[in-house]
């Protein structure tokens, strides 16, 4: 069951008291080895890959999913399409939702599938940002595992499937790259609250650096470009449906900026991507590339959110034919990514 948690008015549930655990790590064994250890081995490490190399997300979603006991498989598994009042399950997003009851850190789990799931998020998460992402779950749900619930859709290894990883401020996907068209498997979600109403600098947020590559962007406009990438009114966070070729797109057309400002939404794109494994980041680029590239985006910063009056702003959107990311930092980090190659693809995000 999911552990107490303190009201949070904004993100719907709040945060829990426990702090996270210390999970052990555990390397491939060959051959004899595994047999003469099998009683001890962790599971996920018995996952078919060479020798001395690290099982991938993938490979371990397969080992978790054929641990699974009958019961496991009952609350955890559903088919591709499975639907419930929130629509197709597997591609809901939101701030702060649980795809199930069940946290990782339950004893629903043994201790080996935690171990499993633990090594699936560090594979899908950049190394040099797993202590960022402890962080920010330490900050805002008591650690990994102390409110996050998986879920797993399809049968992992065959033509479709996917595993799920929800929570406060957290919607993680690992697909094997069986979801048609998208990046990251569907839509995600990520944020931060440090201090839940934080001051204008976000101190302690992990966050807090996309926004300022963002703004350096601002700044290099000349006057006439502010005045079109400055919108008044800032959309819903998680109004992302995709607004296709012909839609209506506000702010700065990347199009028109000159080619410095160009290089400089390229770094934004990379801080933005910079988290995740190269796999997911080479996707969010080949969908960018499918619909035109960023020269088919644009830049929007929303001028009621701005957090201390200070013209650093702190919400704004990055936004294409097939793309959207959406960042929130007022009154603390929400960011909604929707990414595909093709305006038509059908997820469960709002618009």
Known sequence: MLHPQASCPDCGEGRPAVHRRDFLKSASVA????????ATTPL?????EPAAKKPSPESLVKTLYDGLSDEQRKTICHDWDHTDARGVLRTHVSNNWHINKHAIND????????QIIRAIFEGIIQPDWHSKIDKQLEDDAGGFGESQNVAIFGKPGDDKWELVMTGRHMTLRCDGNTTDHVAFGGPIFYGHAPDFNETPNHPGNVFWEQ?????NVYQMLDGKQRKLALVPKAPHEADIAFEGKDGKLTGMPVSEMTKDQQAEIQKVLQKLIEPYRQTDRDEVVACLKAQGGLEKCHLSFYADKDLGNDQVWDVWRLEGPAFCWHYRGNPHVHVFVNVADDPSVKTNAKG
Not at 44 to 48: F, M, R, T
């Open 31 to 38: 051959g004899a080895a595994v047999a003469a250890s099998a």
């Open 44 to 48: 996920w490490a018995l996952a078919k």
């Open 107 to 114: 004893k629903f789990y043994n201790d080996d599938q935690r």
């Open 211 to 215: 926004a300022l590559a963002a703004n």
